[in-house]
């Protein structure tokens, strides 16, 4: 009786160890499957008002093009209205060749502007941002924007995801 007690408990032990095992290798696969999806958004040196801009980006994974990705979006706004995303435009992209996700755009005011990519290939989830600067900038709002995004990443390192006034 008592052999078959200490057998029964051995067992469970063992099914519950490998059980542990396996959940864990399942975790380091997905964490390390993760980290290979890279997006590199391309913009043109320089956007003027009112005319057709294409915008790009480049998916790799493991350094091999993506050319089957579930998602491809494009998210523009005007950097005057923040970190917050006010008024963001979403445009799906189209996969032109060897990884390379294509949208056309046209911006009807200078000024500064965020493009953010959300990219998502199975369970990989990228969202790379890059600034623009469209037409005419003055120094004086380069510098506001810039600063605004400083005090939005300073922010966010120390733990303070929330607004700053």
């Not at 696969?29 to 040196?45: C, D, G, R, Y």
């Not at 992209?93 to 990519?117: I, M, P, R, S, W």
């Not at 959300?118 to 037409?135: C, F, N």
């Not at 510098?143 to 120390?158: F, W």
Request: some cysteine; aromatic content about 4%; hydrophobic content about 35%.
């Amino acid at each position: 009786m008592i052999k078959k007690v200490a057998v029964s408990i051995m067992l469970a032990f063992v099914l519950v160890s490998s059980a542990a095992c396996t959940a864990s290798t399942d975790t380091q696969k997905k964490q390390h499957v993760s980290s290979q999806l890279n997006a590199e958004i391309i913009t043109p040196e320089s956007i003027a008002l009112k005319q057709e801009t294409v915008l790009q980006v480049r998916l790799t994974d493991h350094n091999e093009p993506v050319t089957k990705a579930d998602l491809v979006q494009f998210e523009i706004w005007d950097a005057k209205k923040g970190q917050g995303k006010e008024g963001s435009q979403m445009i799906p992209a189209q996969h032109e060749k060897d990884g390379l996700y294509t949208v056309t755009t046209t911006f009807d005011q200078n000024g500064v502007y965020f493009v953010q990519t959300h990219v998502s290939v199975g369970e990989q989830h990228v969202m790379p941002k890059k600034q623009l600067i469209v037409g005419e900038v003055s120094a004086e709002e380069l510098k506001a924007v810039q600063e605004e995004m400083l005090k939005h990443e300073q922010g966010a390192s120390e733990g303070h995801g929330g607004h700053h006034h």
